[in-house]
């Protein structure tokens, strides 16, 4: 069997203001092309279909042509929700849909498989849609789910009790920050609380192949433990890094070859770094005028009108930055510049408590009673 494992589409996403919509169109005809070309059997997306959980109209227009192009080459799809994702309005049409083409969302179900049939016998596919421990663990009352670890170990549970009960080859597919892996710093929604919500690797022993989303950028955990990270460059960040998705072959007794298919992308990113002048210069106008430009300028003084004179030779610049030289380094260690540096509401609040405790952060009991509100929070939320 030949699968094709996708994820983190963020349909809907914009990049410095401006719509990826039909960026992302592109790409997704030519994963279409690529299903058609390869004779893939069945696509995988794990996880962050939407970039928002209220989707705009055109959103669900690009989701549901691109899913219907996939199943008229031949495939079956299936897809589960990610963190970006509500698992409510994602799966609200699961029943509507044609046959083949699975959209899971149930947290009740991981342990039921979606089974497809080759000549070698079944392969079952096990969809674990994103899991918010405060939300989900009203599901598994007998179980501990206070981390994203534990609760992936106990969903993992489940996909190991499905394939025990299912005799066969299995996939499992999971939207998750497990150990290892190099996320693009300012990205990624974080999942983790400190330490805390990175799950060990460990946790998807048993499948013949383990397709993960939730990090932008490819990533190889093990032969069959990987990432294929998002399919259109969302962040500077993460310009270097290739777009694709992975090609998986099963044989008769498991996991038999994996390969990397590239994607086109649509318009290059691209830093560049100097004094406002130089980045201006004739050579670097003819080299990225059709690039989207992150200029990092350095003259000593800030410069008028910067944008505006970036935007005369480069129309897709998107963002400017001012970096002097030479400027002596110094500890960030004021209350705003710990909440700049801050990437979760633990972070945030722990911020504030050294700043008016003269340097004293919570204690290892306020650091559960945070957790504790911060969960409440959540699952309030989901309810609206």
């Not at 910067?306 to 480069?314: G, S």
Request: charged fraction near 20%.
């Amino acid at each position: 069997m030949r699968i094709l494992h996708t994820s983190d589409w963020h349909i809907g996403r914009t990049f410095h203001g401006n719509s990826t919509l039909d960026a992302l169109a592109d790409v997704l005809t030519a994963l279409v092309a690529q299903v058609r070309e390869h004779g893939v059997d069945a696509v995988v997306v794990a996880g962050d279909v939407f970039d928002s959980a209220t989707p705009a109209g055109p959103a669900y227009t690009l989701l549901g042509d691109t899913l219907a192009a996939l199943h008229d080459v031949g495939a079956a799809v299936i897809v589960t929700s990610g963190n970006h994702d509500s698992a409510a309005r994602l799966g609200f049409q699961a029943r509507l849909l044609r046959e083949g083409i699975h959209v899971l969302t149930d947290p009740v179900a991981v342990g039921q498989p979606i089974t497809i049939a080759d000549v070698d016998g079944p392969v079952h596919f096990y969809g674990i849609p994103y899991l918010e421990p405060a939300i989900v663990r009203q599901h598994w009352p007998e179980a501990v789910l206070r981390t994203q670890a534990q609760t992936m170990a106990h969903a993992m549970g489940l996909v190991r009790e499905g394939m025990a009960a299912n005799a066969g080859r299995s996939v499992a597919i999971a939207h998750c920050f497990a150990a290892g892996v190099d996320a693009t710093a300012g990205l990624e929604r974080e999942v983790r609380q400190g330490g805390l919500d990175v799950v060990p690797l460990s946790v998807f022993d048993g499948p013949d192949y383990v397709a993960l989303g939730h990090i932008h950028g490819r990533q190889r955990l093990s032969d069959r433990v990987r990432y294929a990270g998002a399919p259109l460059h969302y962040s500077f960040g993460e310009q270097d890094k290739p777009r694709g998705s992975w090609l998986v072959d099963l044989d008769a007794d498991g996991l038999a070859a994996v390969e990397w298919l590239e994607l086109p992308v649509p318009r290059r990113l691209v830093t560049l770094t100097g004094a406002l002048d130089d980045i201006l210069a004739a050579d670097n106008v003819a080299a990225h005028s059709a690039d989207w430009v992150c200029a990092v300028y350095t003259d000593a003084l800030p410069q008028a009108e910067p944008m505006r004179r970036l935007k005369e030779r480069f129309p897709f610049c998107a963002m400017v930055q001012h970096e002097p030289e030479n400027t002596v380094a110094r500890i960030e260690s004021s209350y705003a510049q710990r909440l700049r540096s801050a990437v979760t509401d633990t972070d945030r609040i722990e911020a504030f408590l050294v700043h008016v405790r003269e340097g004293q952060g919570p204690t290892d009991d306020e650091r559960e009673l945070i957790r504790e509100v911060l969960d409440e929070r959540v699952a309030a939320e989901a309810l609206v």
